[in-house]
């Protein structure tokens, strides 16, 4: 089974511009989450969707959003990127179905503002 | 106080040694424990879950769980400089709502 792809992965952007990123779970997963990994906050919960809708959300600001279209595939967006953006945003499949359904993590986009 | 803690560390063992890691959590309704590890630029990984009171043993690595005391252990017997990584504890207390702690830095020294 293929696990979960995320792309790009590594990506460079300047301040005040915008940014997508892609994610496609497990196959048969229907929730995705979204993480930022940043060496001094560790990780940081962004969102959750399940069969297209936003099921948890995090603390972030309105310019982080995101969808997950009809085969549970997702995309993330960033808008007016500022440089505290820069991190590695991880995307995590899970059956969304039952507490022991454990995240199973993509290899991550990272992000450089400059 | 956050959902999940853990020590930073970081935790040095020689190798062939236990290492133990530990994690605690503020929520009470918490139902299901997850393990993760995270090597240097790499993501997260599962190593072990586990739901109920006792212990869970896979290869080198055992879980622990104790609900009453809100905690969460893992042993990794024989240890060896390939699983010198941080280690992250998760805790889904709520449906699909996953904490995770801050991670401790496991070295294992040769």
């Known amino acids: 089974k293929a696990g979960v792809t995320q792309t790009p992965r590594y990506l460079i952007k300047t301040r005040g511009q915008q940014v997508t990123l892609s994610c496609s779970p497990i196959?048969?997963?229907?929730?995705v989450s979204w993480y930022q990994q940043t060496p001094g906050q560790g990780l940081q919960f962004l969102f959750e969707y399940f069969s297209e809708t936003q099921r948890n959300k995090g603390n972030f600001p309105g310019r982080f959003s995101g969808r997950q279209f009809s085969n549970s595939r997702s995309e993330m967006n960033v808008s007016t990127l500022e440089l505290g953006d820069s991190a590695l945003y991880l995307c995590?499949?899970?059956?969304?179905?039952?507490?022991?359904?454990?995240?199973?993590f993509g290899n991550g986009t990272r992000l450089t503002v400059t | 106080q956050k959902e999940v803690e853990q020590n930073s560390g970081p935790l040095s063992v020689p190798e062939g040694a236990i290492a133990s890691l530990n994690c605690t959590y503020s929520d009470r309704g918490s139902q299901s424990f997850f393990w993760y590890r995270q090597y240097s630029g790499k993501s997260p990984e599962l190593i072990m879950s586990?739901?109920?009171?006792g212990d869970k043993e896979d290869g080198r690595f055992t879980a622990q769980l104790n609900k009453a005391s809100q905690y969460v252990s893992l042993l990794i017997r024989d240890s060896q400089p390939s699983d010198s990584a941080t280690y992250l504890c998760a805790v889904n207390s709520n449906f699909n709502k996953f904490y995770f702690g801050s991670g401790t830095k496991l070295n294992v020294k040769p």
């Open positions: 995590a499949s899970s059956s969304g179905q039952g507490v022991i359904s454990p995240l199973h």
């Open positions: 196959s048969g997963h229907r929730s």
């Open positions: 586990i739901y109920s009171n």
